[in-house]
Each structure stands twice: as structure tokens, then as C-alpha cells.
């Protein structure tokens, strides 16, 4: 590895050249809103604005904290991930225990695991399923938010590797004290298990902040849908309006619709998971790596 | 295996912690399994299952003398198959050129940045893609109109779309892609490299005859798991960065479901359309996971 040629060297800045390219090009589009979104719509208009703000002003943040809509969108985000996430974790950590054990001393673990892993694998697709949350009479509430995706497969996977990798001795000793399985799983699994949950924490919480599909398909009014399905219907309504309109029709109206508070509202969004990211980003990396890629 | 009472005792409070789930995603999961019937029928939503009339395979032959379902099925395959292709090649590249870099605060710099378009919406993605390729007031095309260019429609133009779909594909995954590459690179034995250097190998014989055979196995095994999303063009990406004006290089089955069924409220023949590609993606998926199992040993769990 010290064996440093010249060629090896001018290869070395090349790449950190390049790797910096890559990288000012991921966070471009990124910075380039939130410019605009700090920037006077006069200044946006005549597209002066590439990465810093051009008129300075918070005027768009003014706007968009006294939409009602935008705040309402905003706290049903909040409780649709605070409930999500509990009951996706609670329901991660009661399916992966089990799944964990080996089969020769939990006999049913090989029957349960493949009716969970097959549902990753098939589906009833979009309408048998909305129908059932239909009939469940979950349609218009927050739960139907919540439940239908309540156990996380993909999550469950990634703990129940980690519960597996988990040496031995830790549960025989429980087990020697006199502890049964919930004790164990409370006290022997999941303090050692902090970088696994942090993980699927993460995952899970993204995951209901972001989606949008299911509040478009479940929520018959506006006022209840969550942040993400609230932007959405904002950025598609220039879309929406151009249905067999021409190009140039197309651009105008993109052209008066207001760029600035959009950009605004897209960068509030995005807030939460910026704020998150740092701490959490130290986990995900290991934790995935230790639930996916085994030996 | 006799049964063994002492064990049973022992474990029922094992079945009463995967109790919860279990119910949970019988009736959310398999209970729409089950719903799959009505794709063989003709379902009204307004009637329900109360009266119901069987028409057989009348939806799916409706299906396929729909004008432009074959467009549909192609472009399906064709976005998939250029994201598998790029989801296999750009990660690695990417993964590769950090393993380079012995500065550990640039490389994590590096990372924290690549991953964070992950954890990111297509609402928002698609929101900022939209804005920033705008033929109008677009970044990208202020650019291309300093350099004297003509400003491109990227975003309504047939030729351009699939190939923007993959690329912006790849600017939200290629980072997140590059971990388990990272993870595997870490993994290759490093006497390997001692010995090739004594045998007097540089940088590039190294990477060639050590680096990319030691990852050989984990991008076979990406490849054999990605067959599954054949199928699967990426709906939220697709439905945040179409109009009208691309629907020709743009639909995808998933958008088409999603078209007949909710808007249209063809309930029967969308349900058709989600049973044929369920079937074909499960075909794959189970392919694809026997020959990972075959050739890499690989176990779901």
C-alpha cells in the first residue's frame, strides 16, 4: 500500500477532485432550491439564483406559516410518524424475537417466518388492498396510515440478522437466572441491540415521513392529508391543469406559479429529516450492514 | 422431532408475541391475496361483493387489446433494465474511487453527502427535479442557453424522459448503493495486496486482478436479487416527473394500474393488470433468489 508511484499520486488528486464533483452535483438541485427559497420571487423570475440567495428574504417562510393547510399537513405528519413508528417497532422487535430462535427449540419459527417473508415477495397489488382498508372503515383516519404497513418486513429481517448474531451465552445465562423470553428479550436483547433499533428507528421513521401514496388513496379530504400528500398535490397542480395543453401552455403556467414558496415548502419538509440525519447516520451504515450481508 | 412438552410450555409466549403481527398482516397482506379474485370478475365498487358476476378471462383480454399496453410493457422492461444496469455499474465506481481515499474526514464527507438524496421523497425529488430542469427558469438549462445552446424539454420530451428517469434514479440510490460495495471492499484479505505488490503489480493491476474479483460475489448476488424489479419501473418516481406530454416513452405498468384502477374505476381490470404482473415479478423474484441461493449461498434470513 505505500508503494506510491507518480502515476498513483496524480490518480490520488484526480479522485479527489472527482469524488468532490460528485458530490457539489448530489447536493446542487439541493442548495439551488433552498437559494431560491430564501430569494425575492422578483430575483427568481429574472433567474439570477443558482446556489446563494439573490434579495434575501423570509417572506416565503412568513407565507407558508400562516397556511393553514401547510401547518395541518404538517402536525398530521407529526402524529401519523409518532404513531407509526412506535407500532412499527413494537411490532419489529414482538416478530423478529421470535423468528431469531433456532428451529430445532422454536418448531414453528421456519411455518411463521415464511408467511411473513412472502409477503415481500407476492402481493394482492393496489385495489384488493385499498378495498380492504375500505372495509376495515379506516378510510379518512390517521390509522389508516399506521396499520396497514404496521409490521415492516424489511425491518424485521434486518433485526432478527442481528438477534441471530447475538452470541448465545448471553440468553443461557437469562435463561440460568431464571428469566423467560420477555424477560430476556427486555433486558438481555435489547440493550445490546441499540444500533439495530436506531437503524430500523430510522428507516421507519423516513419511511412515514415521506409517504405520500397512501394519504392521496385514503384520505377523502385535503385537510386530512399528511405533509408529504399535501406538497404533492401542490407540485402536481400545474400538471394536473395541463392535461391536453400544450408545451407552451405548459411553461406559462409554470411560469406564474410562485417557485419561491414552493421551494420553501419543499425545504420545510425536508427540515425533520435533516435534523435527524446526523445523529442516526453513525448507526445506519453498521446496522445495515450487519442485518443484510452475512459471513 | 418428538414433541416435547417441557419446550412447548416454554415457547407459548413466543406465539403470543408474534401474535400481533401475524393477525396483522393476515388480513392487510393475505386478505388482498384473496381480493385478487375480483380481476375474474366483473367488481362494481358500488355493489361490492354482494353481487357478484364472474366474467373469466374477459378483464385480462381487455387488457390486452388496450391501445399502447404493449408501449406500456416495453417501457416497463426498458427503465428497469437501464436502472438495474446503472444500479449495478455507478455504485460500485463510486465505492472503488472512496476506497481510494485514505483522508477519513473527506471520505466521510463524501458519504454523509451521496446517502442524503435517499432519505429524500420523489414528492420532494421530484418537486426540486422538476424546478431545476425547467425549460423556462431551469438551472440546467440557464446553463446550457450561457453556452449558447438551445434549451431541451427534458422533461417533456419522449427521447430525453427514460434516460432522465435513470439518471435522477441514480442521483437519490447510487450512494445508498455504495455501502454494501464499501462493506465488501473492506473484506477482501489484505495480504492479497502485500504479495501483489512484491510481485511488483501497481494500483490498477491490483484493482483489476484483486479488488473487483474479491466483489464479484456480492455484485452477482445484487444482480440475481434485482431480477424481481423487472417489472418495476419506480411508481413514486415515474408519478412525480410525468404528464401527458411523456406518457408514450413514460407509462409504466405501475402508473397504468394505478390510472385504470383509482382514477378510471376499473377496479376488475386494474386488479387483472396487478394479478398478471404479480404473477411474472414473483416468477422472477423466485428465480432470482434460487440462483442467488445456487451460486452465492445467499438466505433471505
Known sequence: ?295 | MHFNPKQFLRNIPLHFMILPGLVLIIIFSYIPMAGLVIAFQDFSPISGFREITWNGLDNFCYLFELPGFRQVVWNTIFISIMKIAAGLTVPVIAALLLNEVRINGFKRSIQTIIYMPHFFSWVILGGIVVDVLSPSSGIVNMVLKSLGMQPIQFLADNNWFPYILVITDQWKEFGFGTIIYLAALTSIDQSLYEASIIDGAGRWKQTWHITLPGIRPIMILMLTLSLGNVLNGGFDQVFNLYNPLVYESGDILDTMIYRIGLQEAQYSVSTALGLIKSVVSFAFIGFGYYLAYRFAKYRIF
Open chain 1, 1 to 295: 500500500m505505500h508503494h506510491t508511484s507518480h502515476a498513483y499520486r496524480w490518480f490520488l488528486r484526480c479522485n479527489y477532485v472527482i469524488l468532490t464533483v460528485i458530490a457539489i452535483l448530489c447536493l446542487f438541485p439541493i442548495v439551488n432550491i433552498l437559494a431560491i427559497s430564501f430569494s425575492s420571487s422578483a430575483a427568481v423570475n429574472a433567474g439570477s439564483v443558482t446556489l446563494w440567495p439573490v434579495d434575501f428574504t423570509l417572506s416565503s417562510y412568513r407565507y407558508m406559516l400562516q397556511n393553514h393547510q401547510f401547518i395541518q399537513s404538517f402536525v398530521t405528519s407529526l402524529l401519523r410518524v409518532v404513531l407509526g413508528v412506535s407500532v412499527n417497532l413494537l411490532l419489529t422487535i414482538l416478530v423478529a424475537y421470535p423468528l431469531s430462535k433456532e428451529a430445532a427449540t422454536f418448531r414453528s419459527r421456519t411455518a411463521y417466518a415464511w408467511i411473513f417473508v412472502f409477503t415481500m415477495l407476492f402481493s394482492g397489488g393496489l385495489i384488493p388492498g385499498y378495498l380492504i382498508v375500505k372495509e376495515m372503515g379506516l378510510l379518512d383516519s390517521v390509522w389508516a396510515l399506521v396499520i396497514p404497513g404496521a409490521v415492516p418486513i424489511f425491518n424485521v429481517l434486518l433485526m432478527l440478522n442481528f438477534f441471530r448474531g447475538l452470541p448465545k451465552e448471553l440468553e443461557e445465562a437469562a435463561w440460568m437466572d431464571g428469566a423467560g423470553h420477555l424477560r430476556t428479550l427486555w433486558s438481555v436483547y435489547l440493550p445490546v441491540s441499540l444500533p439495530s433499533i436506531a437503524t430500523v428507528t430510522l428507516f421507519s421513521l423516513v419511511g412515514h415521513w415521506n409517504a405520500w401514496f397512501d394519504g392521496m388513496i385514503y384520505m377523502r379530504s385535503p385537510e386530512h392529508y399528511p405533509l408529504a400528500t399535501y406538497l404533492q398535490s401542490i407540485l402536481q397542480q400545474v400538471s394536473l391543469q395541463t392535461e391536453n395543453v400544450t408545451f407552451e401552455q405548459a411553461a406559462m403556467l409554470n411560469k406564474v406559479s410562485d417557485r419561491t414558496t414552493q421551494a420553501a415548502q419543499i425545504f420545510l419538509s425536508i427540515v425533520p429529516i435533516l435534523a435527524i440525519y446526523p445523529f442516526l447516520q453513525r448507526y445506519f451504515v453498521h446496522g445495515l450492514v450487519v442485518g443484510s450481508v452475512k459471513g
